[in-house]
């Protein structure tokens, strides 16, 4: 069974602040790991998708970096603004399994 | 495209009545997911087809709960004889199998939330 695990729960920081959330999965044979955002009472939106032969993902303002050997992805978000208020959730898709499996997501808040 | 859509946004509904929950995925995606949320959890896994065919079922699906994707396009979620513990965000998504089981990117939609009182 993956087992995917978000450090931390919950995160404060003043705007303008770099954020560093991570991830890590107890099973390394993954076809990918994608990070989500979530508003509150809202679906998902997907930020990043890695594929298991890469090592790094960039859009904009975020960075994703994959240790598959090591089991860890960290989601580095720079110069952070209000707007990134959210909570974070990664997800990966097992080589032997069809679906995603879901960390319980970090929760940010960026203070202005 | 308009990416994944799912109706109804919320329903409330009273213990003992039965649900159903529609999902229409971007369109050439031939997976599409079902996931359950409660407050403050990631999502959990509930079912899985690729094409129409159904190939993976959480043991978390009571009977009570069925799923259909017939033709391969949208799907729907029912819930039969809802209980309080039904409660909870579900969230449908889809994506594209390509190439010796390579996924592309999972996208979800906006989910229904299920008030059962």
């Known amino acids: 069974k993956q087992e995917v695990t978000q450090i931390p729960a919950a995160l404060s920081v003043p705007e303008g602040e770099n954020l560093v959330l991570n991830c890590s999965f107890t099973d390394s044979a993954i076809y990918n790991l994608q990070w989500f955002r979530q508003d509150p009472g809202k679906g998902l939106t997907s930020l990043l998708l890695?594929?298991?032969?890469?090592r790094e993902q960039t859009s904009g303002r975020l960075n994703a970096s994959l240790d598959k050997s090591s089991g860890r992805s960290t989601l580095y978000i720079a110069a952070s603004q209000p707007g990134d208020s959210a909570t974070y959730l990664c997800?990966?898709?097992?080589?032997?399994?069809?679906?995603?499996?879901f960390g319980a997501g970090t929760t940010v808040t960026v203070r202005a | 495209d308009t990416g994944v859509s799912q109706d109804p946004r919320h329903k409330i509904t009273k213990r003992g009545q039965n649900v159903t929950f529609r999902c229409d995925p971007i369109s050439e995606h031939n997976r599409l997911y079902w996931y359950r949320q409660t407050l403050g959890q990631g999502p959990e896994f509930l079912t899985y087809?690729?094409?129409?065919?159904?190939?993976?079922k959480s043991r978390l699906l009571s009977d009570r709960f069925s799923a259909e994707r017939p033709k391969g396009s949208f799907s729907t979620l029912e819930i039969q004889r809802t209980e309080q513990g039904d409660s909870a965000m579900y969230l449908c998504?889809?994506?594209?199998?390509?190439?010796?089981?390579?996924?592309?990117?999972?996208?979800f939609g906006q989910g229904t939330r299920l008030t059962v009182v």
């Open positions: 998504a889809s994506s594209l199998k390509i190439l010796f089981g390579v996924n592309t990117e999972a996208f």
């Open positions: 087809f690729q094409n129409e065919a159904q190939l993976e």
């Open positions: 890695i594929q298991s032969s890469q």
């Open positions: 997800a990966v898709h097992r080589r032997t399994d069809y679906k995603l499996s």
